[in-house]
């Protein structure tokens, strides 16, 4: 089945560093979603990205599509102490058979020092 | 209050039981899906429906088994062919529509085989 491998796994900062985790597929992504999932919760919608080379901003978080359509960056400037958590990207194939089926990748675990 | 419900949050069982986890929205949503997360594995998709009496298997649906009587409710029964079924169980549910919609996830059930 379709795999998406999201790296780092951990990534450990002091407040007010930047953070940047990566998704990277080998096949064509028909979209791709990012989740953040705070510690103890459950994962929460961030936002959907469709268009190739597509750019989006959330105040200080940035969402990047590639070209091709295969990979995936979230980037946060200036990291606080509320975005500690994980986050999760997720995407379907383009033509896929399955609809609605999401492949999530493994995570990233952001924590940050004060 | 429109969101999901899963219970309980936690759950003991011994080897060798079937277990059901409920789930139940009142999002008027067609789509429902149920996810299990272990730790650095991100979150893998058991079962999926898109509507009533209909659904899928995703990845890893040996040893599981769902019902889809009723739009608003999705239970996930744990059997005892799962192997190791001790793990974080989350519902989610999403509009069925011509594209990806962004899925709505329950705050979870942790399942502990003792």
């Known amino acids: 089945g379709q795999q998406v491998m999201q790296i780092p796994q951990y990534q450990h900062v002091q407040e007010g560093e930047d953070f940047t985790t990566y998704c990277n597929s080998s096949t064509t992504l028909s979209n791709i979603q990012w989740y953040k999932q705070r510690p103890g919760g459950h994962p929460v919608f961030l936002i959907q990205l469709v268009k190739s080379g597509e750019v989006k901003k959330q105040k200080r978080l940035t969402f990047q599509f590639g070209e091709a359509k295969k990979n995936s960056s979230l980037h946060i400037t200036a990291t606080q102490t509320t975005d500690v958590g994980t986050y999760f990207c997720?995407?379907?194939?383009?033509?896929?058979?399955?609809?609605?089926?999401?492949?999530f990748g493994q995570g990233t675990i952001l924590t940050v020092h004060p | 209050d429109g969101g999901i419900t899963q219970s309980p949050k936690y759950l003991f069982r011994k080897e060798g039981q079937n277990v059901t986890l409920s789930c139940e929205q009142n999002l008027n949503h067609d789509a429902m899906y149920w996810y299990r997360q272990d730790p650095g594995q991100g979150l893998r998709l058991i079962y999926y429906?898109?509507?009533?009496?209909?659904?899928q298997k995703g990845d890893i649906a040996e040893g599981y088994s769902v019902s889809r009587e009723k739009k608003e409710s999705f239970p996930l029964t744990v059997t005892s062919a799962q192997k190791n079924p001790t793990a974080f169980y989350l519902c989610?549910?999403?509009?069925?529509?011509?594209?990806?919609?962004?899925?709505?996830f329950g705050p979870g059930t942790r399942l502990t085989v003792l």
């Open positions: 989610a549910s999403s509009i069925a529509s011509g594209r990806i919609n962004e899925q709505f």
């Open positions: 997720a995407a379907s194939n383009a033509g896929g058979t399955s609809y609605g089926k999401l492949t």
């Open positions: 429906s898109q509507i009533v009496n209909d659904f």
